[in-house]
C-alpha cells in the first residue's frame, strides 16, 4: 500500500494540518523545509511548540511521550527545573563575552572527576566541532593526515566522517567492521604510517546501538598504538550510560574523548578531553592549534551542562536501565500479539527497533524500512514519539506509568500496521 493510500498516513495529515503548512512556508526558506536531516521524515516532520517533562507538544495542540529526548541529548527530559533556574539566573547576567567566565571551570572540573582518562577538557559547540577537533589534535601530533573509523560508525558530519556513517571509504577515510579486531589490525598493519587516529564509539548509536566488544575495544586501542596512531573514544553519546562513561565501566582508557549532548544540559555544546601533554598544544605559551569559536564555552551552556552532569546520578542511570528493560519486554510482548516480526538492540536506556526476524548492518541498510516509517508515523498518530529509525533514548523524568503508556500506544501502532500489511 502506497503512502498515499495507507489509512495511517491519512490519519497523520488530519490531526496535524498546522504542522503541514509549516513545512510549506519552510521550504521556501530552507532546503528541504529542514536544517536537520535526523529530524526530518515523510511526509513531513511535526512542528514542534513546546516540551516539558516527558512530554512534547506540537502546534496542533497534540501531545507525545517523548522516548528519543533529541536523540539522547535530554537526559532530564525537557524543561528540566534545576537546568532551567541555572540558565535564567546565568541569562539575567549575560549569555557570551570575549572573556572567561566562572561556570566553564565547573563544567570542566566535573567532567575531569568523572571521567579517568580526563585531564583536561577544551569546549566547542557540537559533537560535529569535537571530531573535527579531535582529528586536529591527532594530525598536528603524529604528522599524519588519514583516519580510520567503523563502517556505520557516526561522529558527526564532518565529511571525512560522514562518508563512513554511510558504509564508504574516502580520501583521507579508512573503515574496518566493527567489533572485528582482526580487520582493524588488518587496516592498521597495512596504512598504519598514513593513519593519525582511530576513532570508536563504545556503543554505535547511529549505527543501531551495537554494543562494542570490551576485548575489541582494547585490542584496537593497542593495535593503534602499535601503529604510532591515537586512539580516540567517542563519547558524545555514550557517556549517558555510566558515571564516567561508558570507559569507566569498561576499564578503557582512551588517548583522546569526544563529548556532547548532556554535558550541554540541553544547549549546543562538544568537548575533546584527554591528558595534560596532548592538550598542551593549545597553551598559549607554545601554541600548535589555534583555536577559537564565538560561542566555545558560553557560560550558559556551562551552567546548564554542570547541572545535568550533577543530577545524572548512578542511582538514575540504573533506573533508566531498569525501565528501558521493561520496554522492551512489552514490545517483545505487543509485535507476538499482532504476529510481527521484531528484533531490538540494546544498551543501557537506549534501543534500536527493528520489525525484522534479524538485525542488519545498519539502518541505513534494512529490509523493513517502508514498515519501519510507517511504524513511526503509525505512533505519533498514537502520542508516542521515537526516532523515524527506531531509536529510544529514556530520560531520568520518564516512570514506570509512562512505559506502560508507550506500550499501549505502540500496541495500537502495531496493531494499524498489521491492519495495513495483512
Request: proline share 4%; net charge negative; with cysteine.
Amino acid at each position: 500500500m502506497s503512502r498515499l493510500a495507507s489509512p495511517v498516513y491519512a490519519a497523520y495529515r488530519e490531526r496535524t494540518k498546522a504542522s503541514a503548512e509549516n513545512y510549506d512556508q519552510a521550504r521556501q526558506f530552507m532546503p528541504g523545509g529542514t536544517s536537520r536531516q535526523a529530524a526530518f521524515w515523510l511526509p513531513y516532520p511535526l512542528t514542534i511548540k513546546r516540551g516539558a517533562g516527558a512530554y512534547l507538544h506540537d502546534v496542533d495542540g497534540n501531545r507525545y511521550l517523548d522516548l528519543l529526548n533529541n536523540y539522547t541529548a535530554l537526559v532530564h527530559g525537557h524543561a528540566y527545573p534545576p537546568i532551567i533556574e541555572a540558565v535564567r539566573e546565568q541569562i539575567g547576567r549575560g549569555t557570551c563575552w570575549a572573556a572567561a567566565n566562572e561556570p566553564q571551570i565547573k563544567l570542566a572540573a566535573a567532567i575531569v572527576d568523572r571521567v579517568s582518562s580526563i585531564e583536561q577538557v577544551r569546549f566547542t559547540n557540537s559533537g560535529t566541532e569535537a571530531a573535527a577537533l579531535a582529528f586536529t589534535i591527532a594530525r598536528i601530533v603524529t604528522g599524519r593526515e588519514k583516519l580510520l573509523m567503523a563502517r556505520y560508525g557516526y561522529h558527526g558530519s564532518l565529511h571525512e566522517f560522514e562518508i563512513g556513517s554511510f558504509g564508504n571509504a574516502g580520501h583521507l577515510t579508512f573503515l574496518a567492521r566493527y567489533n572485528d579486531l582482526a580487520d582493524f589490525e588488518a587496516v592498521l598493519e597495512t596504512h598504519g604510517e598514513e593513519i593519525a587516529a582511530v576513532f570508536l564509539e563504545p556503543v554505535l548509536g547511529a549505527g543501531g546501538i551495537v554494543c562494542g566488544d570490551e576485548q575489541f575495544l582494547e585490542g584496537v586501542k593497542v593495535a593503534a598504538h602499535k601503529a604510532g596512531a591515537l586512539f580516540v573514544l567517542d563519547e558524545v553519546l555514550t557517556l549517558r550510560f555510566g558515571v564516567g562513561g561508558c570507559q569507566g565501566d569498561m576499564g578503557l582508557e582512551p588517548d583522546l574523548t569526544m563529548l556532547g549532548k548532556i554535558i550541554g544540559g540541553g544547549f549546543p555544546v562538544g568537548a575533546v578531553g584527554g591528558n595534560r601533554d596532548l592538550l598542551t598544544l593549545f597553551g598559549p605559551d607554545d601554541m600548535k592549534v589555534f583555536h577559537s569559536g564565538t560561542f566555545n564555552a558560553d557560560p550558559v551552556t556551562m551552567v546548564a551542562g554542570e547541572v545535568s552532569l550533577r543530577e545524572l546520578t548512578a542511582g538514575r542511570i540504573e533506573q533508566m536501565n531498569r525501565l528501558r528493560q521493561m520496554l522492551q519486554s512489552g514490545l517483545n510482548d505487543i509485535a507476538r500479539k499482532n504476529s510481527l516480526p521484531l528484533a531490538i538492540n540494546h544498551y543501557g536506556s537506549c534501543l534500536n527497533i527493528f520489525l525484522s526476524e534479524s538485525i542488519p548492518d545498519s539502518p541505513i541498510d534494512r529490509a523493513d524500512e517502508e514498515l519501519m516509517d510507517r511504524f513511526h508515523v503509525a505512533c505519533l498518530n498514537h502520542g508516542l514519539f521515537i526516532a523515524p529509525r527506531g531509536m529510544v533514548a529514556l530520560s531520568t523524568v520518564i516512570t514506570e506509568e509512562d512505559i506502560a503508556a508507550a506500550l499501549e500506544s505502540a500496541d495500537a501502532a502495531m496493531r494499524d500496521v498489521a491492519a495495513e500489511s495483512g
